[in-house]
């Protein structure tokens, strides 16, 4: 069959109209995906803290919590904004860190514990011992502690909210590391980063179980 | 202009075709877009590193430097993944760790140095004095380094690759911590990331600047 010029004509406004039909899919589709799958969180926060009141998000409600009286500022800090990650845990916090003695990063758990989150602790030994120390106060709240039975130290400073948002860096959780010194804290949303660190959480956790110690040498136990 | 049955059947036929030609466009721009558009490196290391023998990352070619003959695994581990990150510079690294003495790791940075990559060096003036510190020897290497004066330590142990990959996480740069410690490192291309650690970098670099050193109480050089 041959096409006459309004044949062709026909022809070719069929294909722009299916050209353009494909186009605006296409840009609903991408509007739709922005709206659908939403930008991974990637924060950034760095230390020392500006030393501010944190009353506001650690405070339990009931009567006169809020707002805090107190003299210290009460605006932004890198500490407020560690704690509000850590707040917005709704079903499980895996924690896994070398020192933990700030008040109120242990507050922080302590809430969250209270709401039902399941919290499971993993910390150095020789570290946990130290006067000031959260972790004695942590298990006698019922919080689930594990540490490590090894020369070398744990030396990871990283939780797991909710399983999807991992928060690590090089601060330990202590109010020297959060007030004195210079650290960082990455906030991370992206799978390649969450899944590995989750995996080794399982893997530590499992390690140091009370019913796989092992007291004694290997051959002491075989005699 | 009414369209008879052939008529439709052209527009249709059009409209199929430019549907097709759109499709087709689009795999070729999201084919393109793959490659053109790398997926950023996202990886993670966990240690205590296997130990195996890292000569042939870090010897400078000659006869004889490889392979080496040693006793050691030859395969793949922790720490040569870290070494393989940092020796890939090809114009820059900033340094900022606050523990530094693994013989490897400095061998990596005097290496990049004599290659020519512009490297600089931010550490704690406290950990840099102690017995075993590779501080010293970079120094004499003529590479750049600055230390804080803070009472507060430089806890950061972070590198930038070419101001483009960030090597962050829980590792201070000594053999205690890369064979005996739990402890992880993140490589990140993000621009999220990598961004704000770099101004990081060249904040701490400017205060660190001896130039700007205060050795006596402001009220003492107005008197």
Known sequence: MRLGPAGWCRWAGGAALGLALALALEALARAAGGWWRRRPVREVLFFPSRVTCTEALLAEPGPGSCPCPCALPHGDSALGRLLRRLLAARRSLELCVFAFSSPQLARAVHLLHRRGVRVRVVTDA???????????????????????????????KFAIVDQKVLITG???WTTQAIQSNRENVLI????EYVKPFLAEFERIWEEYNPANYTFFPEGKKQK
Chains 1, 2 share one sequence.
């Open 126 to 156: 020789d570290y946990m011992a130290v006067n000031g120390s959260q972790i004695g106060r942590l298990r006698l709240a019922g919080i689930q502690v594990r540490h490590d039975q090894e020369s070398g130290y744990m030396h990871h």
């Open 170 to 172: 090089s601060l330990n």
């Open 188 to 191: 991370v949303e992206d799978a």
